[in-house]
């Protein structure tokens, strides 16, 4: 059974880091495209993050960039949301998901990717 499982979240203050992870199970991650997506409180889950198959390609939102970077290692089968500089408004349950399609170019429907249960990040003081 495919499976990934997202790992790293928690409760930090305005200003500090966390470092996300996603591993899989029953497939290997290099044949996949890995996107992060997170969901706050009564919003819609949106993408924030993507990764290609490769390696060689990645998208990030506008509100992230510059301080949220993916990255992925094949020999552990697992892909990184390295985070930083946090800010209270990036409070969610970020999803890692998995899709056959090894670009960043389009955001798919739901059921095109292999999801994770999600791990909450927290940023407040």
């Known amino acids: 059974q495919l499976q990934v499982v997202e790992s790293g979240g928690g409760s930090v203050q305005p200003g500090g880091s966390l470092r996300l992870s996603c591993a899989a199970s029953g497939f290997t991650l290099d044949n996949y495209g890995i996107s992060w997506f997170r969901q706050a409180p009564g919003k819609e889950r949106k993408r924030i993050s993507c990764i290609s198959s490769s390696g060689d390609s990645t998208s990030y939102a506008d509100s992230v960039k510059g301080r949220f970077t993916m990255s992925r290692d094949n020999a552990k089968n697992t892909v990184y949301l390295q985070m930083n500089s946090l800010k209270p408004e990036v409070t969610a349950v970020y999803y890692c998901?998995?899709?056959?399609?090894?670009?960043?170019?389009?955001?798919?429907?739901?059921?095109?990717?292999?999801w994770g249960q999600g791990t909450q990040v927290t940023v407040s003081s």
């Open positions: 998901a998995a899709s056959t399609y090894p670009y960043c170019s389009a955001i798919l429907p739901r059921d095109a990717y292999y």
